[in-house]
């Protein structure tokens, strides 16, 4: 049943969890599940699920439930009431994801995050009238609040533009927010912000929820702090599965460069390592990251099928390597001064 606990959407960061399944049965690991998702929110940064790194794809709508009630009790139980949670919704049609989030919202999600199936993408990735449709649609029907999730790569190509997603962003109250993954540059996240961000859009065009502003969310690490400083939000990112503490470092003296350039020599040279690291790992994909996360902290496994495992010589160039060595290095540092 959804809560009713209020709990904002804020700027931060959040990571798209992976979805764990035992080794046998491919049926979901739901230990591993909280276990990842309390190491996460240690660090400061909050969960998705059902994204792309989640393996959505190859998820019922039955798991995707069971995956939110998961999360939802793993952390009431250790203390984090407040603390939300997004479950990605996207789906073939316009009905199907419509469903999904009024089921999210009954299995205690707070917020969703939408992507446009790109099954049809040779009908839909032109046409700007039927995109436009599409989130709108949603986003009046859903009863919770719609993050946009724009990865071409996921989607068969279509990429919203920043006039587009500003558009969205005006006439559709329920939208709180956008996330840019592989779609383009910070031109385009610059661009929605100077609107999104302005603090007369908030007066303008209130938001139907008022604890779900609409943030501008990167997919990526490499730029943070280029983000921060044109008013951006933060990001939703797989590196943060495997060094929170550090990606939520990154985010908070960015943050603070903004108002004290003493600080900004460091926030520099930290997105440099970060940004090495995401390039070097993202490479690997989803069975990378799995697999990092199996050294590092004991679980991961292998992604469900038809997706392969990575290859063992990959998976040892990857450990070894001097940028994921880098990063590990930092966030043992990081997370042994806040421990």
Not at 147 to 175: K, V
Request: aromatic share 6%.
């Amino acid at each position: 049943m959804a809560s009713s606990v209020v709990r904002p959407l804020e700027p931060g960061i959040y990571a798209p969890l992976p979805t764990f399944f035992l080794p046998d049965s491919e049926d979901i690991d739901l230990q591993s599940q909280s276990a990842h998702v309390l190491r996460l929110i240690k660090a400061g940064v909050k969960p998705l699920l059902s994204g792309t790194m989640g393996e959505a794809h190859h998820l019922s709508h039955e798991e995707r439930a069971s995956l939110i009630k998961v999360t939802r009790q793993a952390l009431d139980d250790a203390g984090f009431k407040d603390v939300p949670i997004i479950s990605g919704s996207g789906a073939g049609s316009t009905r199907e994801t419509i469903q999904i989030s009024q089921e999210a919202a009954e299995a205690g999600a707070d917020y969703v995050i939408v992507i446009c199936s790109g099954y049809f993408a040779g009908a839909l990735a032109g046409n700007k009238k039927a995109l436009k449709a599409f989130w709108a649609d949603v986003s009046e029907k859903s009863p919770l609040p719609v993050i946009i999730y724009n990865y071409p790569g996921a989607a068969g190509g279509i990429d919203l533009d920043s006039d587009l997603i500003t558009e969205l962003a005006e006439e559709c109250p329920n939208l709180a927010g956008v996330k840019l993954t592989r779609c383009g540059n910070v031109g385009k996240l610059t661009r929605i912000c100077a609107t999104v961000s302005d603090p007369s859009f908030a007066q303008l065009y209130p938001r139907k929820n008022a604890h779900a502003p609409f943030l501008v969310l990167g997919g990526f690490t490499d730029f943070i702090l280029t983000s921060s400083i044109v008013n951006g939000h933060g990001a939703i990112t797989g590196l943060a599965n495997i060094a929170p503490y550090t990606v939520a470092k990154l985010f908070e003296i960015s943050e603070k460069a903004k108002t004290d350039p003493s600080v900004l020599p460091e926030a520099q040279r930290l997105q440099g390592i970060v940004a090495r690291a995401d390039y070097t790992i993202a490479k690997a994909g989803i069975a990378g990251t799995k697999y990092l996360l199996e050294k590092l902290y004991g679980y991961g496994g292998n992604p469900r099928r038809p997706l392969p495992p990575i290859e063992a010589a990959v998976a040892e160039a990857l450990w070894a390597h001097p940028h994921t060595q880098e990063l590990i290095k930092i966030e043992r540092e990081l997370s042994g001064k806040v421990q």
